[in-house]
């Protein structure tokens, strides 16, 4: 919508002095919020962040008065287009997020629209009770997208949709008043149609439209079928028809109809929900594979027969997918063969013995009528990445390489089950006239497909296609008397489809409807009614070009460092809180900012690569901006489900963005620590003397802008290399060893945590290995955090000249520095000169974690639980960022539990927040500290003044240190000191 002002900047700068909250017109804000999880693009006016309903009522009366428009918007993971437009967007996920009332024996809780649902169920848990619509997006999707849209979920079958769930909501209409809506009886209704006011308009509009059977009729006609229950085609009318006052037993209750209306009616401020009881504990999922759609569909026919709670499609290009990430290919474990197809159908019980039986009744009717080939049934305890499988299908379909994508325009129809095996042969048929090959991945019990044709929208052909795909679903879902979106709404893509799927007649009457409401067109315009073609206003312009600048690092598998950035389709996985475990991403954990995410940052990229033209496309403060508080923890790299690598990007960009700007004297330094220790070492009593002194130390940190909080490493008396030279041969061990290692002298260990290297080197050659050290560089990971990639380049490629020489699988490298030893894995065979690509590649598999090591060994029997102590201790431990990125924490809780009465528990922390030099530098310290008091500071609090808090990487305990003021240490510390002298 065309704002009526051609400058409203002034009046925007009135405005912001004006509220609570902020209001960002700048650049970087606005790209960031032009897109949300859809393939549209459009530059907002401004974005706010109010902190009141005042905030709120303000922004409505600017948008009213300057002709503009405001967009709500929560998580921004709507896939529909409905959080993109030209006016203001209103962003509640920050400061709109407080549970206001919880009602236990009533079952209802009031929250405000920026709750996350999955937070919402933590606070519910321990009264047993939870909000039953469920997403892909739980983990950060809100409560008021989640009304906006009509969510459902894996479990509508049994639970139902939001809309089912919302008692009342209150709002603030089109003219700044309150209005609190919920169930009405006849009288009350009567007196709200006699007001004089918008509110009574409202309520005289809906009777006279809906009193008149003409109206009635058509509604009847044209809707969707009354079976399917996900049904969110245009305004819920025919949900209004089922009130006393017209056809049916309810009372009146406009949350219907607000639900799914996508912020177009009015603006929500709280929302009361109903709640259920908690389900069954006791869960088992049937996997059934199928050698076709077809079949697995019919089998859905078969599963809703039974007590199933989730019946849900997996094909094969979503599997392949899983293959590839580093993550989700850990949970293929129950994948037989190469389906064409999966059925994940879910059965709970109070017992395992109940749950089990019902999903073996399914198996035995599956055989009875032929489906399948394989019924594997998972138990409780991996139920949970069974399904995280599965839910991450929809970011997965973004590691598609190059250009064409999975797109989202026929991703979200419903029709009824009995019809839906024949639909989907039907829709097949029709995309194969298409060329297309989609993906098929449903709430098959639901009878809703989400379809993708594989589509390049840089092209304009494909543009087109975009177009004539979605037109083709429509008129074939028109015909079994579907809902043309079953969950994921309208918004810009299916909305320019309404009229044929409702008819004319019901399209005017939802313009009216909208119109009654909101006369100015100032929420949200252009979703439901009077949409623009949904093949304008895309992410990309066709014909645009890609640029494909040079860099260090080769990112040539996806085509390119913006193609990596262009592999996020904006899923939001990013946006998780800390409750919901993993690392990623720690920035916004701690900020809440969409600048921080991973998907934030991704679109800044791909905005400013692509649309701007200097000599140096990286020259951007805003890039720089935008990932300015990236910790470079490597999360993304597991966790996000299109491995979007922002640390290499991180790391390319400031190379690049450095050769304009020149490198600080901070960077300098910390980059070149090794050297800086290596002079120090020299002298470490006086090197020592000046890091520590208050007033030495203090300049120091002053003209190197360190945060004054931190302490600065000090230098062992010894470097790790002298005292191997001088103490090694003299070392207690067994005369035959059992394997020879090669031992990495990272160059932290090496100068400042030499007594943890002792350690090490000694409880290998105790426990039978000979241990090797040679002549070799440091990893090189200070000066990857920093951007010195060709000093990081150096040292990489004279590591892998030296070591693929010298180990093997019988002779392996070992490292205790997660950051640096994982380097060979992740780095290294992307930043050596094509010369040494293979050898780097092959010699990744040959370097491990000392955990991998000392795990590995013992599985084969060479490490012995009797080698350790008998006496009890406890042990809480905290994860590297890389281990847990590009590795796994298993073995580090494998060889802390060598000793046999040693328990581990993992403290459920992602990063700590030093993340290296990150935590130590004066403007991040604030955030570093942030980072570790979501999880990790108060977990170390809370432990006994007995239990070993162990951390392999040297940052954490460092990190743990200054933040809490305890001690921790290396799990090989740990075992050395458990070991039976």
């Given at each position: 919508m065309s704002s009526n002002q051609p400058n409203l900047l002034p009046l925007l700068q009135t405005l912001s002095t004006q509220l609570e909250g902020p209001l960002q017109v700048d650049r970087l804000t606005k790209t960031l919020y032009a897109t949300d999880a859809s393939v549209y693009r459009e530059m907002p006016l401004a974005v706010a962040f109010p902190k009141s309903i005042s905030d709120i009522k303000k922004l409505i009366r600017f948008a009213y008065d300057n002709g503009t428009s405001l967009i709500p918007r929560t998580a921004g993971t709507s896939l529909a287009g409905q959080c993109v437009g030209n006016g203001i967007v209103v962003d509640v996920s920050k400061n709109f997020t407080q549970i206001l009332e919880f009602n236990k024996e009533e079952r209802w809780v009031r929250v405000q629209p920026g709750v996350v649902r999955d937070e919402l169920n933590r606070f519910l848990k321990s009264h047993g009770l939870f909000f039953s619509p469920i997403t892909s997006t739980a983990n950060r999707a809100m409560i008021?997208?989640?009304?906006?849209?009509?969510?459902?979920?894996?479990?509508?079958?049994?639970?139902?949709?939001t809309r089912d769930k919302v008692i009342s909501l209150n709002t603030i209409l089109s003219d700044g008043s309150e209005v609190v809506f919920g169930e009405i009886t006849q009288d009350d209704f009567d007196r709200k149609?006699?007001?004089?006011?918008?509110?009574?308009?409202?309520?005289?509009?809906?009777?006279?439209?809906?009193?008149?059977?003409?109206?009635?009729?058509?509604?009847?006609?044209?809707?969707?079928?009354?079976?399917?229950?996900?049904?969110?085609?245009?305004?819920?009318?025919?949900?209004?028809l089922k009130a006393e006052l017209f056809e049916g037993k309810e009372k009146f209750n406009f949350c219907k109809l607000l639900a799914g209306s996508e912020g177009t009616l009015a603006f929500t401020t709280e929302i009361k929900i109903s709640l259920d009881p908690l389900p069954d504990p006791i869960e088992i999922v049937v996997a059934a594979h199928f050698i076709s759609i077809h079949e697995s569909m019919k089998s859905a026919q078969v599963a809703m027969k039974h007590p199933t709670t989730a019946v849900e499609l997996m094909d094969k290009i979503i599997l392949d997918c899983t293959k590839e990430s580093i993550e989700y290919n850990k949970n293929r474990y129950f994948v037989e063969g190469d389906p064409m197809a999966i059925l994940m159908i879910e059965f709970r019980g109070k017992t395992l013995e109940e749950a089990m039986s019902?999903?073996?009744?399914?198996?035995?009717?599956?055989?009875?009528?032929?489906?399948?080939?394989?019924?594997?049934?998972?138990?409780?305890?991996?139920?949970?990445?069974?399904?995280?499988?599965?839910?991450?299908?929809?970011?997965?379909?973004?590691?598609?390489?190059?250009?064409?994508?999975?797109?989202?325009?026929?991703?979200?129809?419903?029709?009824?089950?009995?019809?839906?095996?024949?639909?989907?042969?039907?829709?097949?048929?029709?995309?194969?006239?298409?060329?297309?090959?989609?993906?098929?991945?449903?709430?098959?019990?639901?009878?809703?497909?989400?379809?993708?044709?594989?589509?390049?929208?840089?092209?304009?052909?494909?543009?087109?296609?975009?177009?004539?795909?979605?037109?083709?679903?429509?008129?074939?879902?028109?015909?079994?008397?579907?809902?043309?979106?079953?969950?994921?709404?309208?918004?810009?893509?299916?909305?320019?489809?309404?009229?044929?799927?409702?008819?004319?007649?019901?399209?005017e009457l939802l313009r009216r409807i909208k119109f009654t409401w909101d006369p100015k067109n100032i929420f949200n315009p252009g979703k439901i009614v009077d949409a623009a073609p949904m093949n304008k206003f895309l992410r990309y312009e066709p014909g645009m070009h890609t640029p494909d600048p040079e860099t260090i690092l080769d990112f040539s598998s996806v085509g390119g460092i913006l193609r990596l950035a262009e592999k996020c389709n904006g899923s939001g996985d990013c946006r998780k809180l800390p409750g919901s475990g993993g690392t990623m991403c720690p920035s916004y954990m701690a900020t809440r900012n969409e600048k921080d995410t991973v998907r934030g940052r991704a679109n800044t990229l791909r905005e400013f690569l692509t649309l701007d033209k200097k000599e140096n496309i990286f020259d951007h403060p805003e890039i720089k901006e935008s990932l300015d508080l990236c910790l470079s923890c490597k999360g993304c790299t597991a966790e996000c489900p299109s491995n979007v690598d922002m640390a290499s990007i991180k790391a390319e960009f400031l190379y690049q963005y450095?050769?304009?700007?020149?490198?600080?004297?901070?960077?300098?330094?910390?980059?070149?620590?090794?050297?800086?220790n290596e002079l120090g070492s020299l002298v470490p009593g006086v090197a020592n003397f000046f890091l520590n002194n208050s007033f030495t130390g203090g300049l120091m940190k002053s003209l190197l802008d360190v945060a004054p909080e931190r302490n600065l490493p000090e230098i062992s008396p010894v470097s790790l290399r002298k005292w191997y030279k001088k103490n090694y041969e003299s070392l207690p061990g067994p005369a035959k060893p059992i394997k020879s290692v090669y031992f990495f002298v990272d160059e932290f260990t090496n100068h400042n945590d030499t007594q943890i290297g002792i350690k090490?080197?000694?409880?290998?050659?105790?426990?039978?290995?000979?241990?090797?050290?040679?002549?070799?560089?440091?990893?090189?990971?200070?000066?990857?955090?920093?951007?010195?990639?060709?000093?990081?380049?150096?040292?990489?490629?004279?590591?892998?000249?030296?070591?693929?020489?010298?180990?093997?699988?019988?002779?392996?490298?070992?490292?205790?520095?997660?950051?640096?030893?994982?380097?060979?894995?992740?780095?290294?065979?992307?930043?050596?000169?094509?010369?040494?690509?293979?050898?780097?590649?092959?010699?990744?598999?040959?370097?491990?974690?000392?955990?991998?090591?000392?795990?590995?060994?013992?599985?084969?029997?060479?490490?012995?639980?009797?080698?350790?102590?008998?006496?009890?201790?406890?042990?809480?431990?905290?994860?590297?960022?890389?281990?847990?990125?590009?590795?796994?924490?298993?073995?580090?809780?494998?060889?802390?539990t060598l000793p046999g009465n040693y328990t581990v528990e993992t403290i459920p922390s992602g990063c700590c927040g030093m993340a290296g030099s990150f935590g130590y530098e004066a403007e991040h310290y604030e955030v570093s500290q942030?980072?570790?008091?979501?999880?990790?500071?108060?977990?170390?609090?809370?432990?006994?003044?007995?239990?070993?808090?162990?951390?392999?990487?040297?940052?954490?305990?460092?990190?743990?240190?200054?933040?809490?003021?305890?001690k921790a240490k290396h799990p090989v510390e740990i075992l050395w000191e458990a070991l039976n002298v």
């Amino acid at each position: 919508m065309s704002s009526n002002q051609p400058n409203l900047l002034p009046l925007l700068q009135t405005l912001s002095t004006q509220l609570e909250g902020p209001l960002q017109v700048d650049r970087l804000t606005k790209t960031l919020y032009a897109t949300d999880a859809s393939v549209y693009r459009e530059m907002p006016l401004a974005v706010a962040f109010p902190k009141s309903i005042s905030d709120i009522k303000k922004l409505i009366r600017f948008a009213y008065d300057n002709g503009t428009s405001l967009i709500p918007r929560t998580a921004g993971t709507s896939l529909a287009g409905q959080c993109v437009g030209n006016g203001i967007v209103v962003d509640v996920s920050k400061n709109f997020t407080q549970i206001l009332e919880f009602n236990k024996e009533e079952r209802w809780v009031r929250v405000q629209p920026g709750v996350v649902r999955d937070e919402l169920n933590r606070f519910l848990k321990s009264h047993g009770l939870f909000f039953s619509p469920i997403t892909s997006t739980a983990n950060r999707a809100m409560i008021g997208g989640m009304v906006g849209n009509n969510s459902s979920g894996t479990t509508s079958i049994v639970y139902g949709v939001t809309r089912d769930k919302v008692i009342s909501l209150n709002t603030i209409l089109s003219d700044g008043s309150e209005v609190v809506f919920g169930e009405i009886t006849q009288d009350d209704f009567d007196r709200k149609c006699g007001q004089k006011d918008l509110e009574g308009q409202i309520y005289r509009q809906i009777f006279d439209e809906l009193n008149n059977p003409e109206n009635r009729e058509e509604i009847h006609a044209q809707f969707p079928k009354k079976s399917i229950h996900r049904r969110n085609t245009g305004y819920a009318v025919d949900e209004l028809l089922k009130a006393e006052l017209f056809e049916g037993k309810e009372k009146f209750n406009f949350c219907k109809l607000l639900a799914g209306s996508e912020g177009t009616l009015a603006f929500t401020t709280e929302i009361k929900i109903s709640l259920d009881p908690l389900p069954d504990p006791i869960e088992i999922v049937v996997a059934a594979h199928f050698i076709s759609i077809h079949e697995s569909m019919k089998s859905a026919q078969v599963a809703m027969k039974h007590p199933t709670t989730a019946v849900e499609l997996m094909d094969k290009i979503i599997l392949d997918c899983t293959k590839e990430s580093i993550e989700y290919n850990k949970n293929r474990y129950f994948v037989e063969g190469d389906p064409m197809a999966i059925l994940m159908i879910e059965f709970r019980g109070k017992t395992l013995e109940e749950a089990m039986s019902k999903g073996e009744a399914l198996v035995a009717d599956l055989k009875a009528a032929g489906y399948g080939y394989a019924y594997p049934i998972i138990e409780p305890a991996m139920v949970t990445s069974a399904w995280a499988l599965r839910a991450a299908g929809l970011g997965l379909l973004g590691n598609i390489p190059g250009d064409p994508k999975a797109v989202a325009c026929i991703e979200d129809t419903a029709v009824d089950i009995e019809d839906l095996a024949d639909y989907i042969d039907e829709l097949d048929e029709t995309l194969k006239g298409f060329n297309q090959n989609p993906v098929h991945y449903a709430h098959a019990g639901a009878g809703e497909i989400h379809m993708r044709p594989i589509l390049n929208l840089k092209k304009a052909e494909d543009v087109e296609e975009f177009y004539r795909i979605s037109l083709a679903s429509a008129k074939l879902v028109k015909k079994y008397q579907g809902s043309l979106s079953g969950e994921h709404g309208d918004g810009r893509v299916r909305a320019a489809f309404i009229p044929l799927m409702v008819g004319e007649k019901n399209y005017e009457l939802l313009r009216r409807i909208k119109f009654t409401w909101d006369p100015k067109n100032i929420f949200n315009p252009g979703k439901i009614v009077d949409a623009a073609p949904m093949n304008k206003f895309l992410r990309y312009e066709p014909g645009m070009h890609t640029p494909d600048p040079e860099t260090i690092l080769d990112f040539s598998s996806v085509g390119g460092i913006l193609r990596l950035a262009e592999k996020c389709n904006g899923s939001g996985d990013c946006r998780k809180l800390p409750g919901s475990g993993g690392t990623m991403c720690p920035s916004y954990m701690a900020t809440r900012n969409e600048k921080d995410t991973v998907r934030g940052r991704a679109n800044t990229l791909r905005e400013f690569l692509t649309l701007d033209k200097k000599e140096n496309i990286f020259d951007h403060p805003e890039i720089k901006e935008s990932l300015d508080l990236c910790l470079s923890c490597k999360g993304c790299t597991a966790e996000c489900p299109s491995n979007v690598d922002m640390a290499s990007i991180k790391a390319e960009f400031l190379y690049q963005y450095q050769k304009t700007h020149g490198v600080p004297l901070r960077s300098k330094a910390f980059a070149y620590i090794n050297e800086l220790n290596e002079l120090g070492s020299l002298v470490p009593g006086v090197a020592n003397f000046f890091l520590n002194n208050s007033f030495t130390g203090g300049l120091m940190k002053s003209l190197l802008d360190v945060a004054p909080e931190r302490n600065l490493p000090e230098i062992s008396p010894v470097s790790l290399r002298k005292w191997y030279k001088k103490n090694y041969e003299s070392l207690p061990g067994p005369a035959k060893p059992i394997k020879s290692v090669y031992f990495f002298v990272d160059e932290f260990t090496n100068h400042n945590d030499t007594q943890i290297g002792i350690k090490a080197i000694s409880l290998l050659k105790k426990l039978g290995y000979e241990v090797k050290i040679v002549d070799h560089e440091e990893s090189g990971r200070s000066a990857l955090s920093k951007g010195l990639l060709p000093k990081a380049k150096k040292h990489a490629e004279a590591n892998v000249r030296i070591f693929g020489k010298l180990i093997n699988g019988n002779t392996p490298l070992i490292g205790i520095e997660p950051s640096a030893i994982l380097s060979f894995r992740d780095e290294y065979p992307r930043i050596v000169g094509p010369e040494l690509v293979e050898d780097a590649k092959k010699l990744k598999f040959h370097v491990k974690l000392i955990d991998e090591f000392l795990a590995q060994e013992a599985a084969a029997g060479h490490i012995k639980s009797e080698s350790f102590t008998t006496k009890p201790q406890k042990i809480k431990l905290h994860g590297h960022c890389h281990q847990k990125a590009l590795s796994s924490m298993i073995w580090t809780q494998k060889i802390l539990t060598l000793p046999g009465n040693y328990t581990v528990e993992t403290i459920p922390s992602g990063c700590c927040g030093m993340a290296g030099s990150f935590g130590y530098e004066a403007e991040h310290y604030e955030v570093s500290q942030q980072v570790g008091e979501l999880v990790l500071f108060p977990a170390v609090r809370k432990a006994e003044a007995d239990t070993l808090i162990a951390a392999p990487g040297t940052s954490c305990r460092h990190q743990i240190a200054d933040g809490t003021g305890r001690k921790a240490k290396h799990p090989v510390e740990i075992l050395w000191e458990a070991l039976n002298v």
